[in-house]
Every structure is written in structure tokens, then in C-alpha cells.
């Protein structure tokens, strides 16, 4: 039997009766992982309950020592690092090393934010008028609904849940459904930190029930959704019905472009880890690789050829280069795209199925897959999530541009060239929420803001101060110590 986990809500895990239940498995070996309470609306209300009731004890704390109670949290999560890693691994196939980063990416993302409680900058300026004092000071929301995606299941929750306590926000966390037992092990460690109760609250269960009673709830003040686009769509309007702030975060498309005069070693290593890295389920994957025509049969020829010694197998082994996609949703969401790729006549060039036989029966593993494709068919703008690697020759860098751009999606993307004008001319030009010249469309780092534009949010960034931004309401203050009515825009 697996384990049976509760809901965390008021401090106190909890099972109501009549719970429905439901279990996460190993996209690796089909092992049952974890029996969850599958939370309903009422279950999603006392929660809401709980964090509103906490709200106000938790923003009067001071803001250092909330950063005091964060580093704790974080301290638990370094000593079961490799612990934590392991879940993350066996709860959605990403290979080990990559699990226990998905770690470190928390830890690193509280220890930023629980210095940010020594910050919480405002601004002081002159006003116009004597005896006047002009400043900003940052208030938290409310209740947060922090409502997660399974690729990252214990980096993006901390992402929100750490920058909205530190703000003096509460949270009730709804994670992703196959990725609950991460999403109970994260909210431990805040329990271990001794957060006071119904600071931060988990209901597992799906996101139809759970995430839509706690948008409706006009006590959650602010909605932080990472996930597909047509559900941010959904949670976008739903929140317009309550004028909600609703930051989203949401899916990608993103190029690698490498130019004739590049370094094609360093951007092989590149497109291999961008393009397969967490079976290509990371939403900054680089799922495009546009060539120039000088160097499109020589880097197609390498890229090939390393990926014949390329390893699919159990993500818990050390020699494994790429584990299982996360699902069988997930699954037969990729394969239906080889399908469409093929049919529109893209030549595959490499993958293009599900592994079988063997260990492989028992999980979902797709070979990591190349097509040569001509710009416009879905593949090349549609968000996969999944290792799949269109190839798209073109004959210089406006087309390379052009293409690149040539989407609804605009997180990430990256230029490989030796040329530093056109790096910066592609910094300038190409439609994304992050460029990295010389290095890989993955790779982000706590301090600095994070998220896209067009169709990939709608206009918030997570993470760096800009996390700040999203859970803090800016209060204007004017202090005026003349003793007499001051007339702005009136007294000269
Ligand atoms: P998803 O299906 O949209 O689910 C995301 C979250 O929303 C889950 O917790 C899900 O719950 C919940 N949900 C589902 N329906 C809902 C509803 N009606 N109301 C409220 N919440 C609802 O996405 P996913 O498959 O987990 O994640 C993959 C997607 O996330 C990709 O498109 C990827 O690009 C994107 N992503 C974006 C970023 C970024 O920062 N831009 C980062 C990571 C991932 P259930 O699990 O119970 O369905």
C-alpha cells in the first residue's frame, strides 16, 4: 500500500472524511509513490480560511524575521537535498543531477528572498512643497493561490511561496496532480521551519476543482499560475470575473540560432542539454535549432552523431543521459506530434517513437527526436514539451531573426556567433523574455527577473526583485509636517 498524504491546512495535515483519493507513479517504472487527498472547493475554502486568519499576524511580523523563518525552511531542504532530489526524479522522469537542481534552485531562491526581507526597498522624493515628505512603502496582497506545474516541482513552488511570505503575503498551494508528493515534501519543510499555522496551506487535487475554487474566492487576493497556455487562459479570465491580479507564466517555443562563424562544439553541448534536458519538459527547452546554410550539414552531421551514444533509461542511474517524459498524457501528447511532423512532411532524422521491450514497457520513453522541418508546419510553432528537435535552415541572421520570431511564444532564446555585433543586435531583436548569447536557451538564475511575452505570460516576471513586484501593492505616503494646508499643483 502507499502511503496515504493529507491536506496541510491551519498547520495541521488533515484528511476530511469521505476523502477521494489519488496516487502518483514513477513515469520510470509504474511504482505507486503516493496516495493524496483529491481536495474539493470546501476543502480549497478552509484553506483560504486558514491563510486569512493567519494574514495579519504574519505581515505585522518583521519582514528580517520572516527571512529568518525562509533560511530555516531552506536549511531543511539542504539536508534532504538528496532526499527531495530522488522524489523530484521518481515523481517526473527528470534524471537525477537535474532533480537535485530542481532542489538547489529552490534553496538558492529562499536564501535570495530571505535577504530581500532586509530590503523591501521603497522610494523617498522630494515633494514640492516645504515641510512635505514623499515615499513609497510595499504592502503584501493578501492570501496568495500559488497554483504549480509538474517540471519543476519543487523550484517553481518556492518561487512563489517564498517571495510571497517574505512580502507578508499567505499562500495556499494547490501543485500540479502527479507531482503531489513533491508538493507535500516542500510545504514539510516550512512546517519543519516553524512557519506559524495557516501561513502556508496545501490542497492536492485537480486543478479543475481545487485551482478554480480558489480563484473564485474573492478572499485570494492574487493568483501565481505557471503552466500550459490555454489553462493560464483559463485562470486569466476566471480572475477577470473578480478583477484578480493573475500573473502567469506559461509556455514556450524557444530558437537556438547558430551562425556560421560559431563554436559548433560549444553549441552542440548546448542544443543537446536545451533540447533534451529534462526530456525537452522544461518551458525554456529549446525546441527549434535554426541553422545558417554554411554550417547546417556539418552541425545536422554532428548533433546526429552524438545522439547515437545518447542513454534513455531510469533517471536514477548515473550513466543515463535523458529519463522518461512525465506522463502518459504527456506521452501521447509528443507522439501525436512526431505523428503531425511526419504527416506535414518533415524528415525525421532521428528518434521518432516510443522506446519498448525490456525496462522501457514499464515507462513512458520517447528516443530524443530530430526533424529537418521547413518553417510553419506545427512542429516548428506549436509547444511540444517534449524531446523534439525541429532543424530549420536558413541563409542568414535577418531570416534567422525572422523565423526565430515567427511565433505566438516568447520566453527564451539563444544565439551561438562569434560576431559581437549581431549578438547584440539579436540581444535588441529577438521577441523573448531572455536571450543568452553563447549558451544554451536554459540556465536561469535566481537573481534575475524571469518570464516572456506575447502568448508566454502577460507581462510579470518571476524571481530577481521582480518577484517582489508581484506580491507587493505599492502604498504612496505624503507626510506633512508644516502644521497648515498645503495646496499641491495650487500654492506656487
Ligand atoms: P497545466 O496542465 O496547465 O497545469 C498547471 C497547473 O494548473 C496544475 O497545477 C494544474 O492542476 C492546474 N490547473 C489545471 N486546470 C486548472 C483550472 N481549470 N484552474 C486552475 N488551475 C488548473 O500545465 P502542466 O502540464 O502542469 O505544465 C506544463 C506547462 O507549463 C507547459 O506549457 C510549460 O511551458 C509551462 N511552464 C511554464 C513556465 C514558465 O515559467 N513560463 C515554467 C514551467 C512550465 P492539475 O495538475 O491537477 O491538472
Not at 173 to 193: D, H, I, Q
Not at 378 to 389: A, Y
Amino acid at each position: 500500500m502507499p502511503q496515504e498524504y493529507g491536506l496541510f491546512i491551519d498547520g495541521k495535515w488533515e484528511t476530511p472524511k469521505d476523502a477521494k483519493r489519488f496516487s502518483t507513479r514513477n513515469p520510470a517504472t509504474g511504482e505507486e509513490l503516493g496516495s493524496f487527498v483529491s481536495g474539493s472547493a470546501k476543502d480549497a475554502e478552509r484553506a483560504v480560511t486558514a491563510a486569512t486568519k493567519a494574514f495579519r499576524a504574519w505581515r505585522e511580523m518583521p519582514a528580517p524575521k520572516r527571512g529568518q523563518l525562509l533560511l530555516r525552511a531552506a536549511e531543511v531542504y539542504k539536508r534532504r537535498k538528496d532526499d527531495l532530489g530522488a522524489t523530484v526524479t521518481q515523481e517526473m522522469g527528470k534524471v537525477l543531477p537535474e532533480g537535485k537542481g530542481d532542489v538547489q534552485e529552490a534553496i538558492e531562491f529562499i536564501e535570495y528572498m530571505s535577504a530581500e526581507g532586509r530590503r523591501l526597498l521603497g522610494e523617498t522624493v522630494p515633494s514640492e512643497l516645504r515641510n512635505k515628505y514623499c515615499m513609497t512603502v510595499l504592502q503584501p496582497k493578501g492570501v496568495v493561490a500559488a497554483i504549480t506545474p509538474w517540471n519543476f516541482p519543487t523550484a517553481i513552488p518556492n518561487w512563489k511561496i517564498a517571495a510571497a511570505l517574505i512580502c507578508g503575503n499567505t499562500v495556499v498551494f494547490k501543485p500540479a496532480s502527479n507531482t503531489s508528493l513533491c508538493g507535500v515534501k516542500v510545504v514539510r519543510a516550512y512546517e519543519e521551519a516553524g512557519l506559524p499555522p495557516g501561513v502556508l496551506n496545501l490542497v492536492t487535487g485537480p486543478g479543475g476543482v481545487v485551482g478554480d475554487a480558489l480563484i473564485s474566492d474573492p478572499r485570494v487576493k492574487a493568483v501565481s499560475f505557471t503552466g500550459g497556455t490555454d489553462t493560464g487562459r483559463h485562470v486569466y479570465s476566471k480572475g477577470a470575473e473578480h478583477l484578480k491580479y493573475v500573473h502567469l507564466e506559461l509556455g514556450g517555443k524557444n530558437p537556438q540560432i547558430v551562425l556560421n562563424d560559431a563554436n559548433l562544439e560549444l553549441a552542440l553541448d548546448g542544443v543537446l542539454f536545451g533540447a533534451f534536458g529534462s526530456s525537452g519538459q522544461r518551458c525554456t527547452a529549446t525546441s527549434r535549432l535554426i541553422l545558417q546554410e554554411g554550417v547546417y550539414e556539418k552541425f545536422l552531421g554532428m548533433l546526429l552523431e552524438r545522439l547515437k551514444s545518447f542513454k534513455v533509461g531510469n533517471p536514477m542511474d548515473r550513466e543515463v543521459d535523458m529519463g522518461p517524459v512525465a506522463s502518459a498524457d504527456q506521452e501521447r501528447k509528443i507522439l501525436g506530434y512526431i505523428d503531425a511532423g511526419t504527416k506535414e512532411g518533415a524528415k525525421l532524422r532521428a528518434g521518432g517513437k516510443k522506446l519498448t521491450g525490456g525496462a522501457y514497457d514499464r515507462g513512458f520513453f520517447i528516443a530524443p527526436t530530430v526533424f529537418e522541418a521547413k518553417h510553419g508546419m506545427r512542429i516548428t510553432k506549436e509547444e511540444i514539451f517534449g524531446p523534439v528537435l525541429s532543424v530549420i535552415k536558413v541563409k542568414d541572421f535577418e531570416e534567422a531573426v525572422q523565423v526565430a520570431n515567427d511565433v505566438d511564444y516568447g520566453l527564451s532564446s539563444s544565439i551561438y556567433t562569434k560576431d559581437v555585433n549581431l549578438s547584440f543586435q539579436a540581444m535588441e531583436r529577438l521577441e523573448a523574455g531572455i536571450t543568452y548569447i553563447n549558451a544554451p536557451t536554459i540556465g536561469a538564475e535566481v537573481q534575475l527577473p524571469f518570464g516572456g511575452i506575447k502568448q508566454t505570460g502577460n507581462g510579470g516576471r518571476e524571481a530577481g526583485t521582480s518577484a517582489i513586484e508581484e506580491f507587493t501593492e505599492i502604498k504612496t505616503v505624503f507626510v506633512d509636517f508644516s502644521n497648515r494646508l498645503q495646496k499641491a499643483q495650487i500654492e506656487g
